[in-house]
């Protein structure tokens, strides 16, 4: 049990999928003009997330590896994270056309993003078990959702800040996103608790 | 000629951002003088050479950009900061370090955001982050207090000054014989290790609640704090809710456990605590704005502050507690704004 709860805890904070291991770095800059949208984007992001983590190492552990068939891995894990956007875009226009609103993020944003497929082969390279690697998924879900959302109240408010020329734009988003992830590193050394 | 035209109201500004940032560096005098007391000359010679890099860079970055220097530079905030990074520091540090330090503070956190007032970062804390993660062993090249019964000798003025800029010590003496580990670091290091926070208390660095001389700094810290709310350059929101986040989880965890989890005495006096509450977490600029977002951002950093010390790998996690609730204010602001009047 402890052991999961530091895997949930070492995904979120300590090596954060964004701000650490600079995994859908993407999203970080493509969906975080307005906190809302980041909301929107995380929330979904992160549900697809802890789906796939699950459902690429079944692929994994039932499909690839008793066909020894590992090297196909890449290609199978691409397939799983886009049919489960798809699906998941499906049910979102089924619930309610509000929903739909809130969460109306472009699919590619979460299919093209390489925080989902990163979970995927992170677990695959740990050979994590299946309750291990929903509890990586979970983790790494709240640690992108908390990168985004915090990025996006700080860029809100570089909308208005008298930023030198040359940096105005993505250059001083990047440093944001650098002095963010130099914050993170306090965590070093949590995993060891 | 040239008269100046100014529309009403005609009531003159009563304290300036001048005025604001002088009595901060006023308040922090009594703690720099007992800090070199204790632990030498270190502190005032990074602060001259902190402030050195720090108005350097930013009248660099001013005169790039055509803006006025004079009216930047005679505001003692680009001071306040050095001043903030050089108690940080340790006090036995090559020279670059202060210089690099002060530069990367202005220019990083401050100026590429548009100067004074625009910061979302605390600078002095930027500074001392990148600092730390680039140069970890020249920053913790920390000394421990001179004190009669604590045999050590700490070095004169002009030893410390050949060391700072030549690199140079004493025949006798090395790095390793000058520095000692902090008094967070060693109670850290004990209780991994397995002894009892009561036994590591018992060692010469200990006094009646944080390390000798360290909370004598603590003390004249909260003195100074005092006056800046009697100035009324601080609120006491930030620093009653950064020190209850801190000794509220300190005291039930070491209720719980006293022998391995220090005591919340041991965290107020220790480290960066004082400083921090009054001097760090209150800079105005990159704060929270509102009341109860005050609370919110204070009690995060001492909570994070806390949690970081525990388990983190870092002795004191102060400087990352506020450059995460940094990041956070945006979102806290949002989150907390006032009832407009009229409004449901």
């Known amino acids: ?72 891995r890449l290609i199978a894990f691409v397939v799983v994270v ?57 983790g790494a879900a709240i640690g992108f959702g908390l990168a985004l959302i915090l990025f996006a109240g700080l860029r809100e408010r570089l909308a208005h800040a008298d930023v030198p020329v040359p940096f105005r734009g993505a250059a001083i988003a990047f440093v944001t996103a650098g002095i963010v992830s130099l914050a993170f590193l306090g965590f070093a050394g949590f995993a060891r608790l | 000629m040239h008269f100046e035209q100014t529309s009403a109201p005609h009531a003159p500004p009563l304290v300036s951002v001048a005025v604001v940032m002088q009595r901060v560096l ?59 990074l050089s108690f940080a520091l340790p006090p036995l540090v090559p020279a670059w370090i202060p210089l690099l330090g002060g530069g990367i503070a202005i220019l990083l956190a401050k100026q590429l955001y548009g100067g004074l007032g625009k910061n979302l970062f605390n600078p002095a804390m930027v500074g001392y982050v990148v600092l730390l993660i680039s140069f970890p062993v020249e920053m913790t090249q920390w000394v421990p207090p001179q004190m009669g019964d604590i045999d050590y000798h700490g070095l004169s003025f002009f030893q410390q000054l050949n060391y ?30 397995g002894r009892s926070f009561f036994e590591i208390r018992g060692g010469a660095l200990f006094g009646d609640f944080g390390g000798r001389g360290w909370e004598w700094v603590a003390n004249l810290i909260f003195v100074g704090g005092l006056y800046l709310l009697y100035a009324g350059v601080i609120r006491w929101h930030i620093p009653v809710a950064m020190l209850a986040g801190l000794l509220v989880p ?25 400083l921090g509450a009054f001097f760090i977490a209150t800079d105005p600029v990159s704060a929270a704005a509102t009341v109860r977002g005050r609370f919110i951002y204070g009690a ?45």
Request: glycine share 8%.
């Open chain 1, 1 to 72: 049990m402890t052991e999961l709860a530091l895997v949930v805890i070492a995904a979120a904070l300590v090596n954060n999928l964004v701000l650490v291991q600079t995994l859908g770095v993407d999203a970080l800059f493509g969906a975080s003009d307005r906190v809302e949208m980041a909301i929107g984007t995380a929330f979904v992001t992160g549900v697809v997330l802890m789906i796939t983590a699950v459902l690429t190492q079944v692929v994994e552990r039932y499909v690839l590896v008793p066909l020894e068939l590992p090297y196909l």
């Open chain 2, 250 to 274: 300190a005291g039930v965890f070491s209720f719980i456990d006293p022998a391995h989890y220090a005591s919340a005495g041991f965290h107020l006096f220790s480290g960066a605590s004082m």
């Open chain 2, 26 to 84: 006023f308040a922090l005098l009594p703690a720099a003088l007992c800090y070199t007391w204790f632990f030498g000359y270190g502190l005032l010679i990074n602060f001259v050479l902190v402030a050195l890099g720090a108005v350097l860079t930013e009248a660099t970055v001013l005169r790039l950009r055509g803006r006025g220097t004079r009216q930047a530079l005679r505001d003692y905030s680009a001071l306040v900061t050095a001043a903030l």
């Open chain 1, 82 to 138: 886009a049919v489960t956007v798809h699906v998941a875009g499906i049910v979102v226009r089924r619930a309610s056309p509000l929903t739909k609103r809130m969460l109306d993020v472009p699919a590619t944003v979460v299919t093209a993003n390489s925080a989902v497929l990163g979970v995927a082969l992170l677990n695959s390279t740990a050979s994590r078990s299946l309750v291990a690697a929903l509890c990586y998924g979970i």
């Open chain 2, 300 to 344: 995060g950093i001492g909570l994070l502050t806390y949690v970081l010390r525990t388990w983190g790998s870092y002795p004191d996690g102060l400087a990352f507690a506020v450059l995460l609730m940094n990041a956070a204010v945006p979102l806290i602001d949002r989150y907390t704004r006032p009832r407009i009047y009229g409004q449901r």
């Open chain 2, 164 to 193: 700072s800029l030549l690199g140079h010590l004493p025949a006798t003496l090395d790095v390793d014989a000058l520095t000692r580990a902090t008094p967070l670091d060693v109670v850290k290091e004990g209780v991994r290790s």
